[in-house]
């Protein structure tokens, strides 16, 4: 799958929806959304971090939503420290690729920038292109992507990033429009290193802000500094979620939501047991989950497992509700078939355990696939590689992941039980 793929460096996304039925999931969200890609990427769709700060709901009333009183903490899932790269200039460019143009086409498009004549004459120097049937492939210096004007970068960029050739670009870091200086509050990062980093970036055909040349700040900043900035790209938008259990709560009702598939007594159980405390107490969301889910909330696979790269987001959807898993999808079988067999059309509200499924445009086969929770929550798996860890995150964070030049139609299912 492509949403979450991730290897030496790149990332991003967010997304066009075209789902009128489901409009009610990213009311107040605001965004524009779009497609994703499958190519590994640096820091992933890296979007507006909040203050880790405990939102409380309200005292229960008979508006409370199905799933009852949630408490949520938004916080930034850092990977383990091996996980990190040590050298980020590998990820530089070395080849870009023009897909469709012309010599004559690509030396308009270079004259058209609004940036310095030294950076010009780099980039109009054809003993560095190639020309080929389907286009033309420029192979880019340091010193020229040392000298890339944040202009420049605007009207190159996006061209690149049509093609799936140029990966840094057609799969950038991303950041929700306004949530770039967000991102890094805690980051203990000063103002001058993030007006670099600001420097550096795009805006795509979406709205979001994108980053593609991330190798650059190795040799600008100390190693300490890149650290830090490294951390904080590739840390993960998550959050944790507790229901707040009362005395009076309707323990059946809650029981009925969070213990579908089979569920309901035992859910009932730990409901009624912690509703039996002083006043109640709040219950992780976590210990509410089915079995495979709650095994691998907020882990990583490991790194040394060689199925890791097929227990990605469909693996991880269709065996949400799943007591015994094989550790990767039958042979032959694609995911597409699965929820085709074992899945049904569903509208709001949605419920615990419905799939929702990411298309892009022309496309039959679904690109991403998550897990509804609860109140525009996910139970979501970005990708194949292992520094992907299985989180919970607001479709708000997530949707942005998949920002890019082509429309994103989003359909839910509801799974069938039992499950087979």
């Known amino acids: 799958m492509k949403d979450a793929d991730q290897a030496p460096f790149t990332p991003g996304e967010s997304v066009r929806f075209h789902a009128a039925n489901l409009l009610f999931l990213v009311a107040g969200i605001g965004l524009t959304l779009a497609a994703l890609h499958w190519v590994p990427r640096l820091g992933r769709a890296v979007v507006g971090n909040q203050p880790a700060t405990t939102a409380q709901a309200p005292v229960a009333s008979p508006l409370t939503p199905p799933w009852g009183e949630l408490e949520i903490t938004p916080f930034a899932m850092q990977e383990p420290e091996p996980y990190l790269p040590t050298n980020a200039e590998q990820s530089l460019a070395g080849r870009w690729f023009f897909a469709r143009y012309t010599p004559d086409r690509l030396k308009a498009l270079f004259e058209s920038l609004p940036s310095p004549a030294p950076l010009k004459a780099l980039l109009l120097d054809q003993t560095r292109w190639l020309v080929q049937p389907d286009g033309v492939v420029l192979h880019p210096t340091r010193a020229l992507l040392e000298q890339m004007d944040r202009a420049a970068r605007q009207r190159l960029y996006p061209v690149l990033g049509e093609s799936r050739q140029n990966f840094t670009h057609y799969d950038p870091i991303r950041f929700r429009g306004a949530g770039f200086r967000l991102w890094f509050e805690q980051s203990g990062l000063h103002g001058e290193i993030l007006d670099l980093l600001e420097e550096l970036t795009y805006t795509n055909e979406a709205g979001a802000v994108c980053l593609s040349d991330v190798g650059l700040l190795q040799g600008r900043l100390t190693p300490h500094e890149f650290h830090q900035v490294v951390r904080t790209l590739f840390s993960k ?95 032959g079988v694609s995911p597409h078939l699965i929820f085709d067999r074992n899945y049904q059309p569903c509208r709001k509200p949605l419920q615990l355990g419905d799939a929702l499924l990411f298309f892009e445009e022309n496309n039959p086969a679904p ?54």
């Open 237 to 331: 938008p998550a959050v944790l979620m507790s229901l707040r259990v009362r005395p009076d709560s309707d323990l059946r009702a809650l029981a009925a939501y969070w213990g579908r598939g089979g569920r309901e007594a035992q859910t009932l159980a730990l409901l009624q047991s912690m509703a039996a405390m002083p006043g109640g107490a709040p219950l992780s969301v976590s210990h509410l989950l089915p079995p495979f889910a709650r095994a691998r909330l907020y882990t990583f696979s490991d790194h040394t497992n060689h199925l890791a790269t097929e227990q990605d987001c469909f693996w991880s959807t269709v065996n949400f509700f799943r007591h015994e898993t094989d550790p990767r999808l039958p042979p």
């Open 367 to 420: 690109i991403h696939a998550c897990v509804y929770i609860a109140a525009d929550v996910v139970f979501t798996k970005n990708g194949t590689d292992f520094r992907q860890p299985w989180l919970l995150m607001p479709l708000a964070e997530l949707l942005p992941r998949y920002s890019g030049a082509r429309p994103v139609r989003l359909v839910t299912l509801r799974p069938k039980f039992p499950q087979p």
